[in-house]
């Protein structure tokens, strides 16, 4: 199942499934504020009430999308241009019985016009390139990339399927580069910080003094692609679970024809972003599809 989204005047949001009109709803609905009873809570305080109002957003009563979800379908793809849309925080839609992520793949995509056919894997190796990158720069908050490098290799090795694991070390752009150049690798892990510099979305690398080095998502994007099917942003995580900039950072990478990046639209607990990461990889080492190895992981 496709789902269109497209903002319309008056906040006014137009649901598309399968290319046909499903039925409006408004975005302010959507958005949470404590002053105003009839909006929902922040998805943080209570996800299953904050789900409920989405998937009536998305799913309303008697709608051509609720009806293609009721009959079955093998995944949600949702689709949509408008910065506004972007930021909800869809995955959270809740039927009266689960998240809906948790009971059929449910991913982001671009249009069918931007649309890349499924990449082919045949024949390459299951290899990580990963990039830790903490800068020496009072302006950047200094994170324990040490430890989070540590548990990605204890994953790893937990894993019995064939899956090898290369550090991109110093975590330079021009390293990464001629890492990429001389492997075809599956993934691309990023440990880290994203943000914004100077109007643009940016991988927070490091210089070779060990400075900080904004690399802009276009530019990363032109030195992987071609050479990775799946880039995979980890923002390490602090005590509190708060935003993150990787859900944008996701989906720019994907306009610049990356065929799947996976961001955070939140930061989560340590543990919990461990047994993510097991799970996933395990899935992907298997030979399992990004989609379907995020289901499981999600699970």
């Known amino acids: 199942m496709d789902l269109t989204l497209t903002l319309r005047p008056n906040n006014q949001v137009s649901v598309n499934c399968n290319n046909q009109f499903s039925h409006s709803f408004e975005l302010l ?94 024949g390459i190796p299951a290899r990580i390139v990963a990039i830790p990158s903490n800068p020496l720069d009072e302006s950047v908050l200094p994170l324990n990339i040490a430890e989070e490098w540590q548990r990605l290799k204890e994953i790893v090795n937990e894993i019995p399927q064939s899956l090898s694991l290369i550090r991109t070390n110093p975590p330079t752009l021009d390293s990464l580069r001629k890492r990429v150049a001389r492997d075809q690798f599956q993934i691309v892990h990023f440990m880290g910080h994203g943000g914004q510099f100077e109007g643009k979305t940016v991988l927070l690398f490091e210089t070779e003094s060990g400075g900080v080095d904004p690399v802009s998502a276009k530019d990363f994007s032109l030195t992987v692609q071609d050479h990775v099917y799946l880039v995979l942003l980890n923002a390490c995580v602090s005590a509190t679970p708060g935003e993150t900039e990787f859900d944008n950072l996701a989906a720019l990478l994907v306009k610049r024809k990356i065929p799947y990046a996976l961001g955070m639209r939140f930061s989560i607990p340590d543990a919990d972003a461990l047994a993510f990461s097991r799970a996933f990889y395990t899935e992907i080492a298997a030979g399992t599809p990004v989609e379907i190895a995020l289901y499981h992981a999600r699970r």
Do not use: C, M
């Not at 009563?61 to 506004?84: C, N, Y």
């Open 29 to 122: 609905s959507l958005i949470p504020d404590a002053n105003i009873t009839d909006r929902p809570p922040h998805p943080l305080e209570d996800p299953v009430a904050y789900g409920q109002a989405v998937y009536r957003a998305l799913f309303r009563e008697g709608s051509l999308a609720r009806q293609a979800l009721e009959i079955g379908t093998d995944r949600v793809k949702l689709i949509t241009e408008d910065e506004a849309l972007q930021a909800i925080p869809w995955e959270y839609a809740h039927t009266s019985r689960d998240f809906v992520v948790l009971e059929l793949p449910f991913v982001r995509g671009v249009s069918l016009t931007e649309q890349l056919p499924p990449p082919s894997l045949e």
